[in-house]
């Protein structure tokens, strides 16, 4: 027999990137008690990784709970990025409803269409929040009409299109439910909450039945699942099994360890928990994203959506250069093979293969953003090793042609630089596909483009428009193969022989193109040391010291003046590298080198092509 728990209520926040998802969080947990009136707290608390914290993202999905009067409310905050959609799909699974944050002066924003059409084919309830009204130039009117445009766009149902909205700002800390309201305290989202989500509801008498919908990782437990019960109880040492709805053989015997409810920012220990609760539990291992904990009685797998695969591939591989083993402290194949496996445990949308050489491992993702935060979090760890440029994954259909993945770009930039843009997108295979107004003098493109036609874009984006321009992508399929493309137009300029960077062979340098070293610093053969503004490859001597007779003194080198070097992200270097070249990563450098050192091999290799 089915009932509603009514002390409990289960929400998602999702938004586009930057909207405030975070910042609310950590206002509704400020109101509802969870710290104490004179407690330090960190701004957006939830962003518990340093990545995530300077590069100001979300890139997990965190559990949290508050209580409101009587009620528990636990809430999900999600990541905006599409390179971690796969994170939002799964997470949508334990809610009955969601918060929708729209910024009052961008108004809804790709990413926004993107979670929004997830949480209305799973018919959740949807209260839309209208944050940052105390901006300057917010037009909370418009955008409302915005998100009703958007709502009917995506099909949504009478019931959904009746949504109520609030208007709020996170930083300040109030919500109202009309414009006009006197701004007090976040109670009337509280209220709305609570009024609007439906209770969860399921069978208490019933056999057990909980999907796990994400996984975190812990040194000391191993792996935790963390899910919703959908019906009946769950008890510490119940014996239960796993099934899984895309692999019907899976059958296995588990007992449950320990059983978690979430409280504030905590994790507290429960004996038991019933239907519509969120609860962590650890113990078993080998548990995985869409595993159902049963009933031994009446095992019965709750269907959820396949994980959406990777469409970009590289290489992580020993590094081997004449630097090597010396700035990092984990440079085995043993400890990079272990650490990628281990990055499995919580990362879903990774995929870790092992290649015909022992020291190279091919790593697919979402996307160049993925990928790099995986590599920055590596590094930081002490991890030395080198990756190959980004490619994407193909795949063929039955009549035997190539299909590669595709995106639709959308790009909001001022007008004077549209011309400049479409032009370069489309010798990049891309496709014009719509141009509107956007507010504030701003035009708006949709462009449909292979994702190989994105891989380096980025920095070339913000040159382009001055560092005025918003690009967002979204993911779009498999399409036919468009043709080849060049990836870059300039050529490297290649360290001739090892040694240290002198200043009088960087002048000389310097004149052929841009440099990426400065005086002073450890080259080898075969590395790249700059970029050559033509398209080919030149070898310069860096390390060329000046001869000195008896007319000419060595203080005459003091004169000759070097034009500051290029200093490169990790993104860059990423977007940078050619299909011959490979980025070898330390802790405490990023150098671009050529796959092959030897300059009479590599002439050999590129003749043979």
């Known amino acids: 027999m089915k009932m509603k728990r009514e002390d409990v209520r289960n929400i998602a926040i999702i938004a586009h990137v930057d909207h405030g998802k975070t910042t609310l969080v950590d206002e509704l947990l400020k109101q509802s008690g969870v710290f104490r009136a004179n407690q330090e707290v960190a701004e957006r608390v939830m962003d518990s990784n340093d990545i995530e914290r300077e590069r100001g ?16 409310i636990n809430i999900i905050d999600t990541p905006g990025h599409a390179d971690f959609g796969g994170e939002v799909e799964r997470v949508l699974k334990m809610v009955n409803g969601v918060i929708l944050v729209v910024d009052a002066y961008e108004g809804p924003m790709p990413q926004t269409k993107f979670v929004l059409q997830k949480a209305l084919e799973l018919e959740l309830s949807v209260i839309v929040c209208i944050n940052k009204i105390d901006r300057p130039e917010a037009r909370p009117e418009e955008v409302i009409d915005e998100v ?17 909205f609030v208007f709020a700002s996170a930083r300040s800390g109030f919500a109202k439910k009309n414009l006009e309201d006197e701004a007090v305290d976040m109670g009337p989202l509280f209220e709305t909450i609570v009024d609007y989500i439906p209770a969860p509801e399921g069978d208490p008498d019933a056999d057990t039945q909980m999907l796990i919908s994400t996984i975190d990782y812990n040194e000391y437990v191993g792996r935790i699942g963390v899910g919703k019960i959908d019906n009946g109880s769950l008890k510490v ?3 239960c099994v796993i099934v899984n709805h895309h692999d019907p053989d899976k059958l296995r015997k588990v007992k449950i360890g320990k059983l978690y409810q979430f409280d ?10 019933s239907i519509g609760d969120i609860v962590a539990i650890s113990g078993i291992t080998d548990l995985h994203i869409g595993d159902t904990l049963c009933s031994p009685e009446r095992p019965q797998a709750i269907p959820f959506q396949k994980i959406s695969e990777p469409t970009i591939a590289m290489n992580f591989m020993v590094n081997d250069s004449p630097l090597a083993g010396q700035e990092g402290k984990f440079v085995t194949s043993r400890h990079i093979r272990e650490r990628l496996f281990r990055e499995l445990n919580t990362d879903v949308s990774l995929r870790v293969e092992e290649t015909d050489s022992p020291d190279c491992f091919k790593v697919s993702g979402r996307g160049e953003l993925h990928l790099s935060v995986l590599i920055e979090n590596m590094r930081r760890e002490g991890f030395e090793f080198a990756v190959s440029k980004a490619e994407v994954l193909y795949k063929t259909n039955e009549r035997n042609q190539k299909l590669e993945p595709m995106e639709i770009a959308y790009i909001d930039v001022p007008e004077e630089f549209t011309g400049a843009i479409i032009q370069k997108l489309t010798s990049r295979k891309g496709e014009l596909q719509g141009m509107s107004p956007a507010n504030g003098g701003y035009t708006r493109l949709e462009i449909a483009i292979p994702s190989r036609g994105l891989i380096g874009y980025r ?10 321009g918003i690009m ?19 050529g490297s300029l290649i360290a001739y022989e090892s040694g240290e960077t002198i200043t009088y062979g960087l002048f000389n340098a310097q004149e052929r193109g841009l440099l990426f070293v400065g ?5 080898y053969a075969g590395m790249v040391i700059g970029q050559n503004p033509k398209a080919e490859d030149i070898e310069v001597n860096v390390c060329k010291t000046k001869k000195l007779t008896n007319t000419r003194s060595s203080s005459a080198d003091e004169a000759l003046k070097l034009v500051p070097k290029k200093v490169m992200s990790l993104e860059q270097c990423l977007e940078f590298i050619d299909t011959d070249e490979l980025l070898e990563v330390t802790p405490e450098n990023l150098r671009i080198r050529k796959k092959i050192l030897d300059p009479t091999m590599r002439k050999r290799a590129a003749m043979k092509k």
């Open 57 to 72: 993202i979300t890139i997990l999905s965190k559990n949290t709970a508050v209580f409101y009067k009587d009620k528990k």
């Open 148 to 164: 009703l445009e958007l709502l009917m766009d995506l099909d949504a149902s009478d019931e959904q299109l009746d949504c109520p």
């Open 237 to 239: 040492n119940q014996e």
């Open 264 to 273: 504030g920012l905590n994790r507290v220990e429960v004996q038991e928990a």
């Open 459 to 468: 920095g070339e984006f913000m040159t382009d428009t001055k560092g005025n």
């Open 472 to 490: 967002n992508t979204i993911f779009d399929g498999y399409g036919p193969y468009k043709g080849d493309l060049a990836y870059r137009k300039t």
């Open 519 to 523: 005086p002073g610093e450890k080259v």
